[in-house]
């Protein structure tokens, strides 16, 4: 089966550094542009950006620029998201997703982890 | 930067009515590149549309997208029970954004 499979739920507390994973079945993964979304409590979806694990490139969307790192081992087939010091705006849930066509990064997103709810509080 | 504005923010109708749910863009965007999704409560997105008229796999023929340049839409022929949902249209292509979400609800 065809699926993304993320770490479970974390709580930390501000200034805490935290990296979450996203592991996807090898046809899932190889080849193909893996993305990130969040979605705050009650809100909507905002893309963070993408990365290809196959060679590490990535894109980051200009309000997630600096703030977060995307990292990718393509041998255990799995997407990193990490924070080096998480605030209180950082909880959040963290979905992973992967693009439709293998090798685009132009591109819809067909298949979601189940999604990683981070909560940063003191 | 591209921004998507949805509209209306909630839309309440009764199951077998028909539902249609607006995305505007604020710049014209390649229809190949637009998407929508629905989510669930608890649940991740699910693709729906893709490429603006293209409906993904396994989704049931009552939903279908239409649209080009900076008006998108999507519609829902004949609401089932579990099309109840919230609604995001998606820009994908270089730096991807979503609209802020449409929920469809019970009357």
């Known amino acids: 089966e065809v699926q993304l499979v993320q770490s479970g739920a974390e709580v930390k507390k501000p200034g805490e550094s935290l990296k979450i994973s996203c592991k996807g079945s090898?046809?899932?993964?190889?080849?193909?542009?893996i993305g990130w979304v969040r979605q705050m409590p009650g809100k909507g979806l905002e893309w963070m950006g993408i990365?290809?694990?196959?060679?590490?490139?990535?894109r980051y969307s200009p309000s997630f620029q600096g703030q977060v790192t995307f990292s990718a081992d393509k041998s255990i087939t799995t997407a990193y998201l990490q924070w080096s010091s998480l605030k209180a705006s950082d909880t959040a849930m963290y979905y992973c997703?992967?693009?439709?066509?293998?090798?685009?990064?132009?591109?819809?997103?067909?298949?979601w982890g189940q999604g990683t709810m981070v909560t940063v509080s003191s | 930067e591209i921004v998507l504005t949805q509209s209306p923010g909630t839309l309440s109708l009764s199951p077998g009515e028909r539902a249609t749910l607006s995305c505007r863009a604020s710049?014209?965007?390649?229809?190949?590149?637009l998407a929508w999704y629905q989510q669930k409560p608890g649940q991740a997105p699910r693709l729906l549309i893709y490429?603006?008229?293209s409906r993904a796999t396994g989704i049931p023929d009552r939903f279908s997208g239409s649209g080009s340049g900076t008006d998108f839409t999507l519609t829902i022929s004949r609401l089932e029970p579990e099309d109840f949902a919230v609604y995001y249209c998606?820009?994908?292509?270089?730096?991807?954004?979503f609209g802020q979400g449409t929920k469809v609800e019970i009357k």
């Open positions: 997703a992967r693009h439709t066509v293998p090798g685009t990064d132009h591109d819809a997103f067909d298949i």
């Open positions: 090898r046809n899932a993964f190889t080849s193909y542009w």
């Open positions: 990365i290809y694990p196959d060679d590490s490139d990535t």
């Open positions: 710049q014209s965007v390649s229809s190949s590149y």
């Open positions: 490429g603006a008229s």
């Open positions: 998606q820009r994908y292509g270089g730096s991807q954004t």
